[in-house]
């Protein structure tokens, strides 16, 4: 069973940073992609960015050239740097494990969430 702890989020004004975290359980770390998705209020779940278990990225048009994510497979955590954030930005964020980088489809393991709240 793979566990997936995310922590970093927060209140934040529009302009600023904030780095997500998620910490993985397991040694099935190392060998998957991991994504981050996110889901504002009455809005269904989004793909935010994905990294391969070779550090491979890609992103989604809406956060391209500000968000960053980066893995360290010594710690079994993966990043997400966001920066300009914008208040459309809001919602809270979900480390997703296993994902299938190719195929763009989420794994199996999510995280429990952490809110990101961005004032105007």
């Known amino acids: 069973q793979v566990q997936l702890v995310e922590s970093g989020g927060g209140l934040v004004q529009a302009g600023g940073s904030l780095r997500l975290s998620c910490a993985a359980s397991?040694?099935?770390?190392?060998?998957?992609?991991m994504g981050w998705y996110r889901q504002a209020p009455g809005l269904q779940r989004e793909w935010v960015a994905a990294i391969s278990s070779g550090g491979s990225t890609k992103y989604a048009d809406s956060v391209k050239g500000r968000f960053t994510i980066s893995r360290d497979n010594a710690k079994n955590t993966v990043y997400l740097q966001m920066n300009s954030l914008k208040p459309e930005d809001t919602a809270v964020y979900y480390c997703n494990a296993g994902f299938r980088y190719s195929l763009g489809y989420p794994g199996d393991y999510w995280g429990q969430g952490t809110q990101v709240t961005v004032s105007s």
């Open positions: 397991g040694s099935i770390f190392s060998i998957n992609a």
